[in-house]
């Protein structure tokens, strides 16, 4: 009997592996990253695992470029992450930092700036403050954690706070 919460990992064959994740690819844009994390945690050798990484890109079921523009599309869009976070969370999922940079490099700067103001606006209405200084402190430390560098936080944070003071 077997302990409590301890479960058998279940090792696929290659061919079972490449089955699985043409299936996955199928649904939703995979990296090659998240397909070798897949295949280590299924137990296919790992011998095998780059033939059948070659396999899905050759079959074009997994692109690390389409997966890194609609990545980068989504979490700008739906999260407004800005240009460190999404450069951070490329590279942990596995994408060449070449690629990274190219998708990056393409991004519209003025979207960027836009997005980022409307986030700013929405947290500035949810933040309870007593000075100037506390709410621009607290607007600064939002816009870093979004992934966005200093310089553009601050310009964005010191208009709207010349906005509201007008």
Known sequence: MLPKGLKIKR?????QALAALMRLAA??????????????????EPSARQGVLQRLRDNKFIDDRRYAEAFVRDKMRFSGWGAFKLR???????IASEIVEEV??????????DRLRDRLE??????KYTSRYELKTKLMRYGASL???????GDVVDALI????E
């Open 162 to 165: 010349t906005d509201i003071e």
């Open 27 to 44: 649904r939703s844009e995979k990296s090659s990253g998240d397909a070798l994390r897949l295949m280590q945690n299924w137990g296919v």
């Open 147 to 153: 992934g966005y560098d200093f310089e553009s936080v």
């Open 104 to 113: 990056l490099h393409s991004l519209d700067r003025g979207d960027m700036t």
């Open 122 to 127: 929405r947290k500035m209405q949810t933040t």
């Open 88 to 94: 951070a969370a490329l590279r942990n999922k596995g």
């Open 11 to 15: 090792t696929k064959t290659p061919e």
